[in-house]
T-cell receptor, first 114, second 114 residues
């Protein structure tokens, strides 16, 4: 069974600093990978996803993530944090068939300090 | 284009009661999934429906049930409510079946069981 581990339930960065949110997956076959963001009192919104091809994936709001098969990782980064980035971020994994449900990590709450 | 709508947004019930939550997907979307979100367990998959058929079911007791109508609207029902059912219930729709497709989330229904 697939699983997702997000290291750090809470990450705090200063405005303008690098954002790095970690995600590792467990799967016998490289899956499809996703990052979703949840702002307060809202549902989740897709930031980016990796299916096949280029391992560096660019998403919305300046975020990007790199798929590293050897490390079974899909870390999310943003060069410069904005106050508006404060939210909860979820990494998720889907198997290649798409027949089993999306599996989410526990989430990482990002705080941005002025 | 209207997003995913969920009604009601907030509900307060007492133990032993039952509750029905409603979800209207984005127009044209035929796949609807439901998730339970709690601080301790994160996002847990409940059900997935496509064309009025349940495709997948998560590991929840039989008190949790759902259905989808011919217009793709979906409802979930929880009978004999327990304190532990207090959570944010999220509905997500997607254009096509398969967990690798982008899911569009509604704002959720926050259920409090007293």
């Amino acid at each position: 069974a697939q699983s997702v581990t997000q290291l750090g339930s809470h990450v705090s960065v200063s405005e303008g600093a690098l954002v790095l949110l970690r995600c590792n997956y467990s799967s016998s076959v490289p899956p499809y990978l996703f990052w979703y963001v949840q702002y307060p009192n809202q549902g989740l919104q897709l930031l980016l996803k990796y299916t096949t091809g280029a391992t560096l994936v660019k998403g919305i709001n300046g975020f990007e993530a790199e798929f590293k098969k050897s490390e079974t990782s899909f870390h999310l980064t943003k060069p410069s944090a904005h106050m508006s980035d404060a939210a909860e971020y979820f990494c998720a994994v889907s198997d290649l068939s798409g027949n089993t449900p999306l599996v989410f990590g526990k989430g990482t709450r990002l705080s941005v300090i002025a | 284009k209207a997003g995913v709508t969920q009604t009601p947004r907030y509900l307060i019930k007492t133990r032993g009661q039952q509750v029905t939550l409603s979800c209207s997907p984005i127009s044209g979307h035929r796949s609807v999934s439901w998730y339970q979100q709690t601080p301790g367990q994160g996002l847990q998959f409940l059900f997935e429906y496509f064309s009025e058929t349940q495709r997948n079911k998560g590991n929840f007791p039989g008190r949790f049930s759902g259905r989808q109508f011919s217009n793709s609207r979906s409802e979930m029902n929880v009978s004999t409510l327990e304190l532990g059912d207090s959570a944010l219930y999220l509905c997500a729709s997607s254009l096509a079946v398969g967990s690798y497709n982008e899911q569009f989330f509604g704002p959720g229904t926050r259920l409090t069981v007293l």
